[in-house]
């Protein structure tokens, strides 16, 4: 199942690839805490993450209460 959840206004296709390009993606020295592999799901999270730290974007949460919030609503 593939969902779409607009959570933020896009700054911008050149600021995204801005942080996408600052995510450590695949190396697993980068591999944020807790995760086990890189998927596009922890990729998205730290793209995310990098956007909300620069002020690109504003979340009514911090990215992994985005998370759980999915995770609990969705059952």
């Known amino acids: ?5 607009k959570i933020a206004s896009s700054p ?3 600021v995204v690839d801005e942080a996408a390009g600052q995510v450590g993606l695949m190396d697993r020295r980068y591999l944020p805490r807790g995760e086990q592999q890189w ?5 998205v999270k730290q793209v995310l993450q990098k956007l909300r730290d ?3 974007i504003v979340l009514p949460k911090g990215v992994g209460g985005l998370w759980q919030w999915f995770y609990l ?3």
């Not at 998927?39 to 990729?43: A, D, G, I, K, N």
């Open 1 to 5: 199942m593939v969902a779409c959840l």
């Open 73 to 75: 609503t969705r059952t």
């Open 12 to 14: 911008g296709a050149q």
């Open 39 to 43: 998927t596009c799901r922890v990729f």
């Open 54 to 56: 620069k002020r690109h």
